[in-house]
């Protein structure tokens, strides 16, 4: 669609092709793994590590952080060792960044979290999801084990790397000046961020931020809907109080006045953030910050289901260009049923891009058929070797 037209624009190419000995005559990034996990899930995160030594860190030897909100038990941490090419540290969790936080009422957030299992929302009856969301959207950059650090790549139990990545991602994106990394986007589940839109495009109005290109891959094209124009200078209405400070009281999130909002709909589209490589600083950023506390005041963790993926990307379509982005459509993927499998391509020689075709300028049958054309440019192998999905 078009916003993988924007992010595939001539300044996002792949940054390796050909099949490549793995260089790693360079220096390494200050970079590590990033890995949240639970005792019980010991085999699952084995397979991931495996994978990932496998395909990229036995020539790497990038470290491991493993972070826990209980203690990971000595049989995870000895295993662990037993698999790692890189240092490893294994860190716990403090509790300010996982319990409810002081201007939430336990007891309300706990009613709205058994309601939401009521309605048979994903995950949303089961607490530790909610504080897993809300520890990934604010939180696991803060962690004393990522201070020294400036990259991170994301690594969760049970998923498959299929390709071999015989270069470094991390200097790449540093060469290329990428904030953000991604390799497989996909549309939420609406009911777990109802209102999460509104507050994202309030947060843009409230600091009065304009898009960098990046935020309309995330806006529902609304037909024929003239937006009105502001009259000069109009105040615009604040947020509710208790959005801003938080409110223990309140039992649901609380509305925002269609002032604050762009009168835009979200179209559900998100990075999917069990892989991810991006900068640290980005999310130290005051600008992330305030976007991250705006929306954890509204309750949306609790009271919604809100994901730590629809909360990046919101954030990078506020923040962020297309140039910042980059789709790691070479690395092969793989996270419980989806997939990016960049080896079964119809061709696998290395097709010439075509020039940037502008999407509002295209016909319907245009459209898809450079949809089409891009579909295939994504699964084409262009890098590594034995690659199989
Ligand atoms: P899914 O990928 O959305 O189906 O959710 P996962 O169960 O894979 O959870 C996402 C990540 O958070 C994984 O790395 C999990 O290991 C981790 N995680 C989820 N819940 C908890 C929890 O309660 N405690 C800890 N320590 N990690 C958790
Ligand atoms: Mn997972």
Known sequence: GMWRRKISEEHDKVFVTGCLEPDTSQPRANAAFVVLARNKELDGVIQSVKSIERHFNRWYHYPYVFLNDADFNSTFKETIMNYTS?????????????????????????????????AAIMYGGMESYHAMCRFYSGYFYKHELLAKYEWYWRLEPEIKYFCDITYDPFLKMIETNKTYGFTIAVKELKETVPNIFRYASAYKRVNNITSQGLWEMFVEPQPEKPKEEPAEDTKQSPLPED??????????????DPENMEGEKYNMCHFW??????????????????????????????????GDAPIHSLAAGALLSPKDIHYFRDFGYRHTTIQHCPANAPSR??????????????????RKEEDEYWDTWDTVKENGVGCRC
């Open 86 to 118: 890189g240092s490893v540290e294994f860190g716990k969790i403090d509790h300010k960044y996982w319990d409810f936080p002081p201007w939430i009422d336990p007891k309300v957030a706990k009613e709205g979290i058994a309601k939401q299992g009521d």
């Open 349 to 366: 020689q290395i097709t010439p891009r075509p020039p940037f075709l502008e999407t509002t300028t295209l016909d319907e049958k245009k």
């Open 273 to 306: 953030s069990n892989f991810e490589i991006a900068r640290l600083s980005w999310f130290r950023s005051k600008e992330y910050e305030d976007f991250f506390d705006m929306m954890d005041r509204s309750g949306g963790f609790w009271m919604e289901r809100w």
């Open 243 to 256: 959005v801003l400070r938080g409110d223990p009281s309140r039992t649901s999130i609380p509305e925002i």
